[in-house]
Nanobody
């Protein structure tokens, strides 16, 4: 009933920037929290950043503090991830997730809807 589609991934040099987008469609009412996770080969899925419907509350992983910013445009049912000062360690498939649970969670199991992901590769 809900579909999430990511875009904006690509190849960038260390220190560069990318902006990812996640567009939600379907029955998106009460989509309280939207988030980004990432997964690199050989690693488990890792929480990156999340935002509530109002945009007033966010949470983020320590590894991206000061570098990544999340925002959302509710009129467009879209969430954005601005990624600055990218490092090779940021290389991963970035996946958008959403839930209509009234929570701001860093755990995968709290999210009900997932996109297919977009590849971000940061070269040295």
């Amino acid at each position: 009933q809900v579909q999430l589609v990511e875009s904006g991934g690509g190849l960038v040099q260390a220190g560069g920037s990318l902006r990812l987008s996640c567009a939600a469609s379907g029955r998106t009412l009460r989509m309280y929290t939207m988030a980004w996770f990432r997964q690199a080969p050989g690693k488990e899925r890792e929480f990156v950043i999340a935002i509530t419907w109002s945009g007033g509350i966010t949470t983020y992983a320590d590894s991206v503090k000061g570098r990544f910013t999340i925002s959302r445009d509710n009129a467009k049912n879209t969430v954005y991830l601005q990624m600055n000062s990218l490092k090779p360690e940021d290389t991963a498939v970035y996946v958008c997730a959403a839930t209509n649970r009234y929570t701001l969670s860093t755990r995968s199991y709290q999210y009900d809807y997932w996109g297919q992901g977009t590849q971000v590769t940061v070269s040295s």
